[in-house]
């Protein structure tokens, strides 16, 4: 059975500091991970995407894997209101061609002004 | 402008009929999905196609069917056998390989009267 964990929140952050999302996974076999931020009402846009151990920095954002504790992380420095969505950790197990995602809960991110 | 486009925007069923949402991108993906999202859940995965004409079951398939005639069009029927329909429908596609991000059309939220 595939999981995805995550802390459900509200996680609430002063604008300005750094928002901190975690995502355990279950299944050893995971090959990629990926972040999408939700919006009220509105559909999954990607964030971030990790398919190897350590971090990945775009901008403000930081993604971290480490497979060996089945952990993944977004870091989120300078929070902005904007910022302020649901964040989705999503999974891709299996190798070599199309499969779907498993996705977390999901995160409720509010960055306080 | 390359996209994924989900029609309709809002869509009633009554009790009994079948329903048909539909997803189009021009993106020239190969692979095209379709999830499930309740309220306060993730997005769970329904049917999953990596290339005309075939398609497999996701974790949540019964009560629903899909069809591949074209590489760009992956409509999703709702039927009556579904019992608890009301949700959001997102239709995502990719590339088809291990490693591809997925992109989401902006979603059709299914009520039942």
């Known amino acids: 059975q595939k999981e995805v964990e995550q802390n459900s929140g509200p996680l609430s952050v002063p604008e300005g500091a750094i928002a901190s999302l975690n995502c355990t996974y279950s299944?050893?076999?995971?090959?990629?991970f990926f972040w999408y931020r939700q919006y009220s009402g509105k559909s999954p846009e990607l964030i971030m995407s990790?398919?190897?151990?350590g971090d990945k920095e775009d901008g403000r954002f930081t993604a971290q894997l480490n497979k060996a504790s089945q952990y993944v992380s977004l870091l989120i420095r300078d929070s902005q209101p904007s910022d302020s969505a649901t964040y989705l950790c999503?999974?891709?197990?299996?190798?070599?061609?199309?499969?779907?995602?498993?996705f977390g809960k999901g995160t409720h991110l509010i960055i306080q002004p | 402008d390359g996209g994924i486009t989900q029609s309709p925007k809002y869509l009633f069923r009554k009790e009994g009929q079948n329903v048909t949402l539909s997803c189009e991108q021009n993106?020239?993906?190969?692979?095209m999905y379709w999830y499930r999202q309740d309220p306060g859940q993730g997005l769970r995965l329904i049917y999953y196609?990596?290339?005309?004409?075939?398609?497999q079951k996701g974790d949540i398939a019964e009560g629903y069917s899909v069809s591949r005639e074209k590489k760009e069009s992956f409509p999703l029927t709702v039927t009556s056998a579904q019992k608890n329909p009301t949700a959001f429908y997102l239709c995502?596609?990719?590339?088809?390989?291990?490693?591809?991000?997925?992109?989401f059309g902006p979603g059709t939220r299914l009520l039942v009267l």
């Open positions: 990790i398919y190897s151990n």
């Open positions: 299944d050893r076999g995971s090959q990629s």
């Open positions: 196609s990596q290339i005309v004409n075939d398609f």
């Open positions: 995502a596609s990719d590339s088809g390989g291990s490693w591809e991000t997925q992109y």
């Open positions: 993106l020239n993906h190969d692979a």
């Open positions: 999503a999974v891709k197990v299996r190798g070599g061609g199309a499969d779907g995602l498993t």
